[in-house]
Every structure is written in C-alpha cells, then in structure tokens.
C-alpha cells in the first residue's frame, strides 16, 4: 500500500467544480494571444530607444538578447505611443486574466508524486520560469508604472532579462501543451458553456492532469459566471486606466497612475520629472542660458536667437515607457536646422545634455536618422506658449516616435558626430 | 533510443527542448550576473512564483470558504443565494487593490511626487469608492432579485391556495 501523500498533495482537496482543462485553456487562450502581444510591444520599446547608440542602452548586459535591433523609426509618429500604451495598458487588462489561470492550475503544483521521471521533473522546473517569470513580469512592471521601487535592481534590468527567462518557458510550456489545449477546448462548447447557469453546472470530468477535481464540492458559480467576472474584471481595469493613453478619455484614469489634471491651461499634461526634482534653478534658465551646438563649427545661441530662427510648429504626441501619453502641438527649431549650424550637414548622430544633470535621461543620443526628420524640434513652446520650467524650458526636445525619455528637457548641449 | 527514452520518460524531442530551453536560461542567468544586484533580481523572480502561491492563493480560498458559509434566514426558503453578491465586489475591490496599492497606500510618494509634481493622496478616496460603489450595484441587484423571487414565490403560494 502506498502511504498517504500529505495535506495539500491530496487530491481531494481541491474542491472547485469549475477547475478543469476546458476552463485552463479557455484563460490560456487569451493569454497565448494576449501574452506575445506584450512581448513584441515590450521588445519594440527597447528597439526605440535606439540602444546601440552613445549611452542610450539601459540593458548595456544584453549580449545577444539584442539581436534583432534596429535603428528606431520616426514614421508614424504615433507608433511608440500605440504600442507602448498597448504594452502597458494590456498588461494591466491580462493580469486578472493571468490570476485566474494560476488559479485554475494550481492543483498542478501539489501533484503527487512531485517527481515522477527525469522528463516530468524538468519540465516541473521549467515552470519556475514560466509562473515565476510571469508575476515577476506583470508585477514589476506594474509596480514601475506606480513609481513602487520595493528593490535596489534597476527595473530595466530586471524586466528585460526578467522578460526573456519568461519568455523561454513560455515557449516550451506553449509547445508541450498546445495539443492537450485543443483537445480541451473541443471538449466542451464555448457557446453552450455561455448558455449553462449555476444549477446546470457539472464539473469536468477528473483526468490524469489533475485539473478537474475528484471530490467536487457544489457549484456556486457557473463557468459562464466566473469567466463574466474574469472579462469584468479586465473591463474594468481597461476602464480604469486607458483615459492615460487616450487624450479624450483623461478624466475616466481613476486609477491609473497618470492622467490626472495639472488644473487647465496650454500646458496641462503629464510631467515625467518636475524642474524642481531635477535640480532646475530659475537662474540658470534665465537671460544667461545658452544653447551650445557642438560640430565642426562651435555655435552658442540664446533663447531670444533662437527664436528669431525659423519656427515651425508640429502636433506630435508625447509617449512615456510607462504607457501614458498625449499629442500636444510644439512650436520650434528643426533638429537639422541646429545641425546645419554647427556645421553637420548630416550628422550620424547627436548627443544632447540636460542642465539635468542627476537624472538617469538627463542625456540621449539621437540618430541621425531621426535629426533629419523635420518634423524634429528643439521646441520652445508648447500649444502657443513657453514651456513651463517643468515641460522643459528653455528648450526641449521633441521628435516623432521616440519614447518620452529621449525627448530631453532643459536642454544646454547639443554634440552632432559626423563621419 | 527506446532505452534512453525509457529511462528519460518521454520522447527525445522533450529533452531536446528542455535542454535548449535551460541552456537559453542559463545564458540569460550570466547576462544578469553581470548587473547591479543581481542575485536581488532572482530571489524577486523566485519569490514571485512561490508569493502566488503560497500567499495569495490561500488568503483567497480561505476568505472564500468563510463566505461560502453566510446563509441568509428568509421567510420563504426561496431567497436567491446572497454569495456571489459579496464575492464577485470582494473581488474586484481586492484585485483592484493587489494592482493598485502602491498608490491607494501611497508607497511610491517620493518618486510619484519628483516625477509628477503631485501627490498620491486622491487614489486611496477613488479606490474606496469604487470599492463602494462596486458593492452597493451588487447589493442593489441582490435586492431587485430578492423581490422578483418573494414575488414569484407569494404568486405561487396564491395559486396554490386557490
């Protein structure tokens, strides 16, 4: 007789009637479609800030992880918002989603025998870097977006590598549980299922995965019942927290973490970091201020000189990594005409500095690429007004595309390398 | 082969993937052995699947067994059961918390204030009062459905004595 496994490797003890490989891989599905959505969202937003360039990469241990870099696009401008805001906001919408499927499985995780071959052991293991990767995922990146720092690691790193160790166990969990996914998904009727309440109810049969339950206790919800408040759940959060992203829906981001209203005026949208964070004196932005451009030739300009250069006024949105984002109309100077001066006529790149001089963006190199855009702007001011101390003044950068950090504000030194 | 795959216990193919996919986290794991506070990030990563786990998952079903067991008197046996009236509001009130509580608690006020220019004060009022207003819908549908059921069951009752 083999002895009694102890408490929670039992399998009588899980006692939900709704648990069983049809409910599992109905919530898989959604995450096998929502998941590499988040992955090529995630990865595109490493692409954008151009990492093989000056010191713009946040992950400098990448190795080959960064293989399938590019150099960043300035076309459509809304790119970097759409899919950033997609990762964010997606992410956040899937986490009821993913909750639930650990649910659903977790009667997996107390089988007994825990090993039972090589094979089963290793693919047991694999899990830490699926389950693991996914709520060191979601988690840090929910708690960055919240400005949460419960850590000393940077969040880049962390959910980088993070993201590429979940990544490999997803893969192989997707590869080894595709077929048993179909074969459970036909196993029941999806419409039918929407059509049976409480009291229809009957639990999956028990199977050798042990996701059904052997002893059921009644149902007290249908599958109809928990999916509904699995997709409200995830409404709700869509609900909550997509008025970030979507200028006409600013004031429904009850929770999100941005979105919320700086009192009105032309310069009332999201500050990623405020002058006064930042160290920005009124006196070193004042008449004494100057612009210096570094090339072949060495030009300085003052705020007034610039502005009695050309002006051209573009509506471009602004798009932090953190999801949120909004368009605004900026007025300024193109990025090539200051290129043009400082003798650089194409330049292969420029590195700009901050009087920021502290922060982790108070410096980014842009490509050359994006310099010739002329849509890009070393912008003065904002829907018809100067920037405000805390959007950049005396002048920041704007350019179609590139993610919020790369738009450097308070801007003092422009260094354009020419081949 | 058929030895190897005995002693193994699955096909050749789920070894093949499994060692590609340790190799490739192996990689990974000397990529992060090159970054500040490295070991940091693992016991996160480790600590994330066992704080779902052990942690949550039993707070959860704890919580979910003590409610399965409020039994509401009623005059006439019929009353619509009132559980998943106060579990499914529990429910998004917690979620929403487990996802939102580094602002609703203000813990990242520091960071949130240097980065925004505002406070983290207006969330911990919007969450309670989504929190209440997630109850007082469902309550109010408990009710509706209270008095649909007493009136099905008093028609009954009429019929029956007529």
């Not at chain 1, 693919?123 to 949460?148: D, H, K, P, Q, W």
Request: glycine share 10%; net charge positive; aromatic share 12%.
């Amino acid at each position: 007789m083999t002895p009694r496994p102890p408490w929670p490797f039992r399998p009588r003890v899980w006692r939900s009637p709704l648990r069983g490989p049809w409910l599992t891989s109905v919530l898989g599905s959604v995450l096998l479609i929502g998941i590499p959505i988040l992955v090529v969202t995630g990865l595109v937003s490493y692409a954008s800030y151009n990492p093989r360039l000056g010191h713009n990469d946040t992950t400098p241990a990448r190795g080959v992880l960064g293989f399938y870099l590019f150099s960043w696009i300035t076309n459509p401008s809304w790119i970097y918002r759409v899919s950033q805001g997609t990762h964010v906001i997606l992410g956040l919408v899937l986490t009821p989603v993913l909750l639930a499927k650990l649910w659903s499985v977790i009667p997996r995780l107390f089988a007994w025998p825990p090993i039972r071959s090589i094979a089963y052991a290793l693919e047991r293991a694999s899990l830490v870097l699926l389950v693991g990767g996914a709520v060191f995922e979601f988690f840090t990146g929910i708690f960055n977006v919240e400005y949460f720092y419960p850590w000393k690691f940077s969040f880049y790193d962390a959910h980088f590598f993070g993201a590429w160790a979940f990544l490999v166990g997803f893969t192989v969990h997707v590869v080894l549980k595709t077929p048993r996914l179909m074969a459970a998904l036909r196993s029941r009727s999806l419409r039918a299922e929407l059509r049976t309440g409480v009291a229809e109810t009957v639990p999956e049969p028990p199977e050798p995965d042990g996701l059904a339950p052997v002893a059921p206790s009644a149902p007290t919800i249908s599958r109809r019942g928990l999916l509904g408040v699995v997709g409200g759940a995830s409404f709700t959060v869509l609900a909550l927290t997509l008025g970030e992203s979507v200028d006409g829906l600013r004031g429904t981001a009850l929770l999100a973490p941005r979105g919320r209203s700086y009192g009105g005026g032309p310069t009332d949208f999201q500050v990623n970091r405020t002058a006064a964070a930042a160290g920005i004196r009124p006196d070193v932005t004042g008449d004494s201020w100057r612009l210096v451009l570094r090339g072949p030739v060495v030009h300085q300009l003052s705020r007034p000189e610039l502005l009695s250069l050309p002006q051209h006024t573009y509506r471009l949105p602004i798009a932090c990594v953190e999801g949120w984002s909004t368009e605004q109309t900026w007025s300024g100077v193109r990025l090539a005409d200051l290129a043009r001066m400082a003798g650089a006529r194409a330049p292969v790149s420029v590195y700009v500095q901050s009087l920021d001089e502290n922060g982790a963006f108070g410096r980014a190199t842009l490509s050359g690429y994006q310099v010739s855009d002329s849509r890009s702007l070393l912008a003065l001011r904002v829907n018809g007004v100067d920037l405000s101390p805390d959007h950049g003044y005396p002048a920041r950068v704007i350019v179609p595309a590139a993610p919020g950090v790369h738009n450097t504000k308070w801007v003092r030194q422009m260094s354009f390398e020419v081949d | 082969m058929e030895r190897l795959r005995r002693a193994y216990g699955a096909r050749t193919a789920h070894l093949l993937l499994l060692a590609g996919c340790f190799a490739f986290a192996g990689y990974v794991v000397d990529r992060v052995l090159q970054v500040p506070y490295a070991w940091m990030i693992g016991v996160y990563f480790v600590a994330a699947a066992v704080l779902h786990d052990f942690v949550l998952f039993p707070f959860d079903a704890l919580a979910d067994r003590l409610l399965r067991r409020i039994r509401l008197p009623s005059a006439h046996g019929a009353a619509p059961p009132l559980v998943n009236h106060i579990r499914i509001p529990a429910l998004l009130s917690g979620l929403l918390f487990l996802m939102f509580f580094p602002l609703v608690l203000g813990l990242g006020e520091r960071t949130y204030r240097s980065a925004t220019g505002l406070g983290t004060g207006p969330y911990l009022g919007r969450w309670l009062l989504l929190t209440a207003g997630f109850f007082a819908a469902s309550l109010l549908l408990y009710a509706c459905r209270l008095v649909a059921a007493r009136r099905r069951g008093s028609g009954k009752m009429e019929a029956r004595s007529g």
